[in-house]
């Protein structure tokens, strides 16, 4: 926030809690329930207007807003479930009073077959009462494994599959197909207005790969219901020749881009390399790992880091911006 405290969505408990710039708990708002100020499932979080606040709860399919002192001021519904088809799996404000809203098309038309498919995501623009305002376009969206019988079907996300990846910045905003180090800059009504690129080679998938990866994923299955679903599914899945190109886009306060580089197993450090307003490359930063990065300021960048014992910590590191 303004201040230096900090404002912290927690799923798990359904509420947004304060706490002041040395780390100290202030309050709570929020429970879980679906009346006015209470969530079922907080999926995005975000800061928009000076310190209001903003979250989506995609179980109510609600947009609810509160002060910077976590009071309830209102909600809405995204409308345009009933003109759009799919599910919103992303909700960010454009600088401007609108809302950059992601919809991923899943099992649209026809009947449901078994295989590999890439899904297609469609961006459109919501004003700040939930109202369609304009679709944007139609982009290459995620690859999806699903395996269809008479009496279930079992769907995943494609091992080493792509996976688009999105950042807002201003009143546009940064897509990448992950098919190749080609990040697009988009106006909110859709126009291209430039692309930056990079001279890298997608990683290879290999079978040490494919074993690493499989073994963490029934490692961390729930129980063995969940173990035995992932060994059937994944068991005939078509792994690809090569990762996808790059990860997560952020964009920073100064209005840079940062872009994850894709990280095969086992590999725990995270890079990002980040690209000024204009495309030009300014390098490579590490952050620690096992942080997740959620806001980066122009002398700090804020997330949340798990210690060996996967419990939870919100962290402040301090960065220095040579000039």
């Not at 202030?26 to 969530?39: C, L, N, T, V, W």
Request: hydrophobic share 35%; with cysteine; proline share 4%.
């Amino acid at each position: 926030m303004s201040d230096g405290g900090i404002a912290v969505a927690n799923s798990g408990t359904h509420e947004i809690r304060f706490y002041d710039a040395a780390g100290t708990f202030i309050s709570s708002a929020g429970r879980k329930g679906g009346g006015p100020g209470e969530f079922e499932g907080i999926l995005w979080f975000e800061r928009f207007a000076a310190d209001s606040l903003m979250a989506f709860d995609w179980r109510n399919r609600r947009v609810s807003i509160f002060d910077s002192r976590g009071t309830f001021a209102r909600s809405f519904i995204l409308q345009l479930f009933a003109e759009v088809a799919g599910f919103p799996n992303m909700v960010t404000p454009f600088s401007s009073d609108a809302l950059f809203v992601g919809v991923q098309h899943m099992f649209l038309g026809g009947e449901i077959k078994s295989g590999l498919e890439r899904e297609s995501v469609l961006y459109v623009r919501c004003d700040m009462s939930g109202t369609l305002l304009d679709t944007i376009g139609v982009f290459p969206g995620g690859e999806r494994w699903t395996k269809s019988s008479d009496d279930q079907i079992e769907v995943s996300t494609r091992a080493f599959g792509l996976y688009p990846q999105t950042a807002v910045r201003g009143d546009g905003f940064f897509y990448g197909s992950t098919d190749d180090y080609s990040i697009g800059y988009y106006t909110s009504d859709g126009v291209l207005e430039r692309v930056i690129r990079a001279d890298r080679t997608n990683l290879s998938v290999t079978a040490s790969d494919i074993e690493r990866y499989t073994d963490e994923l029934l490692d961390n299955a729930a129980d063995e219901s969940e173990r035995q679903f992932l060994q059937r599914l994944y068991a005939d899945m078509p792994y690809p020749e090569t990762m996808p190109a790059h990860g997560e886009l952020l964009t920073d306060s100064e209005g840079n881009l940062w872009v994850a580089e894709y990280r095969r197993p086992g590999d725990e450090q995270p890079r990002w390399t980040i690209f000024d307003p204009d495309g030009a490359m300014l390098g490579v930063v590490e952050t620690p790992s096992r942080f997740t990065v959620y806001e980066i300021g122009s002398d700090f960048v804020l997330g949340r880091w798990a210690d060996d014992f996967d419990v939870e910590h919100i962290q402040v590191y301090e960065l220095i911006r040579s000039r």
